[in-house]
């Protein structure tokens, strides 16, 4: 767990704030007007809130933006004895959006973001005003839901990776190890900018993982996807109906290699058929890494024009 205080080279100047709600030692930033729209940015697979950096300072003059980080990632706590699938993260967000009272929320989601965010949506579709998902899935157990899925695995170096280390039985061994290698994690599911390599970045990403009991955050989303513990939210039809009914934009990075556009997009197309969808040439997976300036400038018309 990262300290409080860290800014890592003032790269990430944000105070930090901290709940119990969940049930563990959550940590989140929360900067802007308390009255202005409510942003909640949610990471997934193996970052923090550091991803959402340039995107709170775009935001935080006209709106409130809320990013926590997970149970087992970035300042949050590791709690032992805790299981780490998506349903898990689901119940803590729901608890942390509860105990904030957050609503009229437009969520922003990436990587594992995306299915987490939208179970909370299912949970608490009067809590939600507008869904950004970012090279972040939005299942939601649609028709075709694992015949999408199982064709993206078949062309993900990352799910593919996966599943090859849980059945040799070394998946809990590398990842327990994510502070060491980070860096060859994060370029597998794929960033194309490769001047963001400095001491500082990997050192930010490295830190929440400097033990292999302090990785089971991200041990636990690796291994969910490999033996099928995940378990996605499905609405009512009341809830659907209301989902639908939000204004949605879509931002895809197309050199993404975990997450391919062909095979995710479209189950946010079924979702909402009348959304936008931006596709960025030559940006990969991490794209709020890659493009951060261009998906602030996408996410702030989106704001405006909603």
Same mark, same amino acid.
């Given at each position: 767990?990262?300290q409080s205080?860290?800014?890592?080279?003032?790269t990430?100047? *944000?105070?930090?704030?901290?709940?119990?709600a969940?049930g563990?030692r959550?940590?989140?930033?929360?900067?802007?007007?308390?009255a202005g729209?409510?942003?909640?940015?949610?990471?997934?697979?193996?970052?923090?809130? *550091?991803?959402?950096?340039? =995107?709170?300072a775009a935001?935080?003059?006209?709106h409130?933006?809320?990013v926590p980080?997970h149970? !087992?990632?970035?300042k949050?706590?590791?709690?032992e004895?805790?299981s780490?699938?998506l349903?898990?993260?689901?119940?803590?967000?729901?608890?942390f959006?509860l105990?904030?009272d957050?609503?009229g929320i /437009?969520?922003? =989601?990436?990587?594992f973001?995306?299915p %987490?965010? =939208?179970?909370l @949506?299912?949970r608490h579709?009067d809590?939600?005003r507008?869904i %950004?998902?970012?090279?972040?899935?939005?299942?939601? !157990?649609?028709?075709?839901?694992?015949e999408?899925?199982?064709?993206?695995?078949?062309?993900?170096?990352?799910?593919?990776?996966?599943?090859? @280390?849980e059945?040799?039985?070394?998946?809990?061994?590398v990842l !327990?190890?994510?502070?060491?290698n980070?860096?060859s $994690?994060?370029?597998?599911?794929?960033f194309?900018n490769h001047a963001?390599? $400095?001491?500082?970045?990997l050192q930010? *990403?490295?830190?929440?993982? $400097?033990?292999?009991?302090?990785?089971?955050g991200?041990?636990?989303?690796?291994?969910?996807v490999a033996?099928?513990?995940?378990?996605?939210?499905?609405?009512?039809?009341q809830?659907?109906?209301?989902?639908?009914?939000?204004?949605a934009?879509?931002?895809?990075?197309?050199a993404d290699r /975990?997450l391919?556009?062909?095979?995710?997009?479209p189950?946010?197309?079924?979702?909402?058929?009348?959304?936008?969808?931006?596709?960025? $040439?030559? %940006?990969?997976h991490?794209?709020?890494?890659d493009?951060?300036?261009?998906?602030?400038?996408?996410?702030t018309a989106?704001?405006? *024009?909603?």
């Amino acid at each position: 767990m990262i300290q409080s205080e860290e800014t890592f080279d003032n790269t990430f100047p *944000y105070a930090s704030h901290f709940t119990e709600a969940p049930g563990f030692r959550m940590h989140y930033v929360d900067e802007g007007p308390r009255a202005g729209q409510v942003i909640l940015c949610l990471h997934g697979e193996p970052t923090w809130g *550091y991803l959402f950096r340039h =995107m709170i300072a775009a935001l935080r003059g006209t709106h409130r933006v809320v990013v926590p980080d997970h149970m !087992g990632f970035g300042k949050s706590a590791t709690p032992e004895g805790r299981s780490y699938w998506l349903q898990d993260h689901i119940d803590n967000l729901e608890r942390f959006v509860l105990a904030l009272d957050l609503r009229g929320i /437009t969520l922003v =989601m990436h990587d594992f973001g995306g299915p %987490v965010g =939208m179970g909370l @949506a299912a949970r608490h579709p009067d809590r939600i005003r507008r869904i %950004v998902s970012a090279n972040g899935p939005t299942p939601f !157990g649609q028709a075709d839901l694992v015949e999408r899925w199982m064709a993206n695995v078949q062309v993900s170096p990352w799910f593919q990776w996966i599943r090859k @280390a849980e059945a040799e039985g070394r998946l809990e061994t590398v990842l !327990g190890e994510l502070g060491f290698n980070i860096l060859s $994690t994060l370029k597998l599911n794929g960033f194309e900018n490769h001047a963001l390599i $400095t001491d500082i970045w990997l050192q930010a *990403y490295g830190a929440p993982f $400097t033990s292999s009991a302090e990785c089971a955050g991200a041990i636990g989303w690796a291994k969910g996807v490999a033996t099928g513990a995940h378990r996605f939210e499905v609405p009512d039809a009341q809830a659907m109906r209301e989902i639908q009914s939000k204004p949605a934009l879509a931002i895809w990075g197309l050199a993404d290699r /975990t997450l391919h556009a062909e095979h995710c997009l479209p189950l946010f197309s079924a979702l909402f058929p009348y959304a936008s969808v931006h596709k960025l $040439t030559g %940006v990969g997976h991490y794209c709020l890494e890659d493009a951060p300036d261009i998906i602030a400038a996408h996410v702030t018309a989106f704001l405006q *024009y909603t």
